[in-house]
């Protein structure tokens, strides 16, 4: 039995889709704060339970008989929350006999224990101090939190504006990072093992090339010199500091290809431009 934490969110359903390409359905079991949030899945014969990081009493019923669990991080962005979430989990897991636990960290989590990675820092050590058989998951930043709709506006005016100064964005999509958790679950050879996910490294200057080929409109790539507000300006702090330049080539090997292009991620996301 493969149990899947927090599977209403985006990545857990990815992850889910994946699973049922691979084993039967009766052998999945998801584990979410509200039950009637996923009836697609109970349709298809996927267990259902309910598993609540902010209801710590929940987990242990929920992760019974999991010989492989996915934790996926919660969505709580408090790190002392975020941790606490976590802690319970781990110890839920323990405690009724999960066969082994996989987790979706952060890239960098074994190295830094502040910011981003704060709460994936200390859980990687309860998973080591737990006992437990596990595999960590290092996650990048979501491609999509940089390739989103928003980029049509940008084929539109013929402009996309950079506030990165060109420096390079290791990301990765969602689909990959669920196809990858997927095949760790169900593939032998990954347990006790750390991987350090990135995508290809890619570049505005580049993203801005894509637009054009795709849409076939000229986008011209354009620094911009004040600083965006809110979470789009943090992310692009980070990539100005070259926090998000590392490589690696750990995703390309669990998923046996090479991870998703830049150039086939923005045709997805560019009507009419083919794929």
Known sequence: MIVVSAASGALGRLVVEQLL????????????????????????????????YDVPGTLPAAFEGADRLLLISSPELDPIRRTSHHKAAVDAARRVGV???VYTSFLDADTKADGVTAAHHVTEQALRDSGLGH????????SE??????????IAGGELWDGTDGRGINTASRADLAEAAARV???????DRAYDFTGARWTYPELAEVLTQVS????????RSEPTAGI???????????ALERQ??????????????????????????GS
């Open 216 to 223: 076939g409109k000229p986008v011209r790539c354009r620094q």
């Open 248 to 273: 690696t080539g750990d995703l390309g090997h669990v998923l046996g290809r090479a991870s998703t292009p830049l150039h086939r991620a923005v045709r997805e996301l560019v009507p009419g431009s």
């Open 135 to 142: 595999t960590l998951l290092r996650n990048p930043f979501y």
């Open 232 to 242: 789009q300006g943090w992310l692009e702090h980070q990539v100005r500091s070259g």
């Open 145 to 154: 939190a940089f390739l989103n709709a928003g980029l049509n506006t940008a």
């Open 99 to 101: 066969g082994a636990v």
């Open 21 to 52: 390409i691979r084993i039967p359905a009766k052998d999945i079991a998801v584990a979410v704060r509200s039950p009637e949030s996923v009836p697609g899945f109970a349709a298809r014969g996927v267990q259902i339970r309910r598993g609540d």
């Open 185 to 191: 679950l169900t593939e032998d050879g990954h347990l």
